[in-house]
């Protein structure tokens, strides 16, 4: 498959906030992406993007991708880049990280027609993180896939001891489940359904293409 034809999902680090966890996840996952055929995988980490929190004159569907901040315009650019994202999301107090809304916040179409998948852990495995970020990225034109992985909070205290990349051997619960494995699951998922999109994509670039030769 040619680099142009791979999908390139990326993977955002939810949080910034010292001695996080949320770093572990995400180069597991990460790593778990790059084993994947066809698969273009980056990790987006918020420490690299420091964005003050929103303070734009208009709503960001008003700017048309006229960013005043130089790390916003360089934010816009890897993520109008993504055909899918996974996003790590802890929860704090039945929600998630300021940080993480205020980057979500400060884009509007390049998060249009994207797949989205979700990795929380904290309060009942982080599901009302993942609650929440579902109604925010409906808003914006994303599809989010059903599946997510909950990390339980037993995984979550060896994580606290680790430093990142994580032992993947913690990780291995996850797929050995009741319910099966839920990493291949969650993966199987988000991959299909990007590459649906993708290829609604370009045949509607293919067709405006066509219409030009014809016209």
Do not use: C
């Not at 996840?25 to 980056?42: M, T």
């Not at 099966?180 to 370009?202: C, H, M, P, Q, Y």
């Amino acid at each position: 498959m040619s680099a142009q034809s791979q999908l390139k999902i990326k993977v955002i680090v939810g949080s910034t906030r010292q001695n996080r966890v949320s770093d572990k996840p995400a180069y597991w996952i990460y790593n778990e992406l790059q084993k994947r055929h066809g698969v273009q995988a980056e990790l987006l980490d918020l420490k690299d993007y420091p964005m003050p929190f929103y303070d734009e004159p208009v709503p960001a569907m008003m700017l048309n991708g006229k960013y005043s901040n130089e790390i916003v315009k360089k934010w816009s650019e890897r993520i109008k880049d993504g055909d899918a994202f996974i996003i790590i999301a802890p929860e704090y107090n039945h929600g998630y990280p300021a940080v993480l809304k205020n980057a979500i916040d400060y884009l509007y179409s390049e998060w249009h027609n994207k797949p989205v998948g979700f990795i929380s852990f904290g309060g009942n495995g982080g599901v009302r993180s993942i609650e929440q970020l579902r109604q925010v990225v409906l808003t914006l034109k994303m599809h989010p896939v059903s599946s997510s992985i909950n990390i339980p909070f037993d995984m979550y205290l060896k994580l606290m001891n680790e430093k990142a990349p994580a032992n993947p051997d913690i990780f291995l619960p996850l797929r050995q489940g009741i319910f099966g494995d839920s990493v291949a699951n969650f993966l199987d998922e988000l991959i299909n359904t990007t590459r649906v999109f993708k290829s609604d994509e370009e045949e509607v670039f293919e067709a405006k293409v066509s219409e030009v030769d014809l016209s």
